[in-house]
């Protein structure tokens, strides 16, 4: 079995109860099986608590207030505290930690919901770098999972993130060359014309593509700024098609809704900090597709999540006056704790991308690359 992590995973370490926010309230937490037996086996009063603050049927904790009821008014854990961490549940040891799984190869990833992480990245300089490792572990059989498809996408997605990471070329420029490699990938992948995969990433790869690419884009690059701030509007709208996880973003997102300077210049570090968020959502999700074939609305979610967090922290005043780390942390952590912890929302998000005609690749290529 082959295992793959970013190359900062061994970086991060959980900062407990300094944490600004909590992995512990806002979602429901499931717990594996074997944690279940062992809580209803576990003995004193610390046993009766464990009991009575399980839904048995629905195999979660209990929640007051939408907080984890073991979670303490210090934010910390009262199963780590009074049992010891191996009467952690599966979700709660291996948080934030995040695990894609197909036949032979786990991905492993660090989940941008927790501050921690989110910090990390944004505090990363250097472009992320992937390790895959292999474990003397039987893979797992997988019933008509598509290895062919499987191999195709894993190569556009190297192509992708080397695009990504071409620093020599403006962040704008990259994006939306990817956003056209899914769009062109898709095509492929529906009729099924994966023989013609290799070619199109070669394309895509090639010396001069830039160039060539910057010139078909000329048109978008001219958008009026009407016609990008109407299709923000629609995309900030997204965020009321989805299941509210923490009851405060609402509130926190509608306060960054005033006028926002979204166009002009990126700076070189606010580039490196949209180039790791895009990478991070590209590496998670992309491959994903080999389960639903939906390879290019993998990618619009990865390009809109970016988007979205760098308008939730341009909106934030800490930024009035230049671009601030903390503003961008929060952004970052707060869009992923709303949208990749619940499925419903994942896919949501992703039917409307590719369902409705407001999202279609010019009007994005249009908010992408306006300069207005």
């Not at 990833?109 to 921690?116: A, I, N, T």
């Not at 010139?215 to 997204?238: F, H, N, Q, T, V």
């Not at 210049?265 to 180039?275: G, K, N, P, R």
């Not at 922290?313 to 990749?340: F, N, P, S, W």
Request: proline fraction near 3%; charged fraction near 30%; glycine fraction near 6%.
């Amino acid at each position: 079995m082959l295992y793959t992590i970013p190359d900062y995973y061994y970086e991060f370490s959980c900062i407990a109860g300094d944490c600004p926010d909590t992995c512990c309230a806002g979602w429901q937490i499931v717990i594996d099986e074997k944690s279940q037996k062992k809580y209803k086996k576990y003995p004193g009063d610390f046993g009766k608590r464990l009991k009575s603050s399980v839904d048995w049927r629905e195999g979660v904790f209990r929640q007051k207030n939408k907080r984890c009821a073991f979670l303490n008014d210090e934010n910390l854990c009262d199963i780590y505290k009074n049992a010891g961490p191996a009467m952690l549940c599966d979700t709660c040891r291996k948080y934030p930690r995040h695990v894609e799984e197909y036949e032979d190869l786990r991905e492993i990833s660090l989940s941008l919901s927790c501050p921690v992480v989110a910090q990390m990245l944004m505090n990363r300089r250097e472009p992320v770098r992937f390790l895959t490792k292999e474990r003397k572990i039987a893979p797992e059989e997988y019933e008509e999972f598509d290895y062919m498809l499987f191999t195709k996408l894993c190569d556009a997605r190297d192509v992708m993130i080397s695009i990504l990471q071409d620093r020599t070329e403006d962040i704008r420029t990259r994006m939306a060359m990817v956003i056209a490699l899914g769009h062109d990938l898709q095509l492929r992948v529906s009729r099924g014309q994966l023989f013609e995969v290799d070619t199109l990433l070669g394309r895509y790869g090639a010396e001069g593509a830039v160039a060539r690419f910057e010139k078909r884009c000329k048109p978008y690059i001219g958008a009026s700024r009407e016609e990008s701030d109407e299709l923000w509007c629609a995309l900030y709208a997204l965020f009321d098609e989805l299941e509210v996880l923490k009851s405060d973003f609402p509130a926190y997102r509608r306060e960054r809704l005033g006028y926002i300077e979204l166009f002009g210049s990126i700076s070189d570090a606010e580039a490196i900090c949209l180039e790791q968020l895009m990478v991070y959502f590209i590496y998670t999700y992309f491959c994903g597709a080999v389960y639903d074939e939906q390879a290019y609305g993998k990618v619009k979610f990865a390009v809109v999540s970016t988007f979205l967090i760098r308008r939730l922290y341009l909106g934030d005043v800490r930024c009035r006056q230049g671009i601030d780390k903390a503003a961008m942390i929060e952004a970052a952590y707060r869009y992923a704790k709303e949208v990749e912890h619940s499925d419903p929302n994942l896919l949501r998000m992703e039917e409307l991308l590719m369902q409705r005609s407001e999202f279609a690749l010019e009007n994005l290529m249009r908010v992408i690359l306006c300069r207005g």
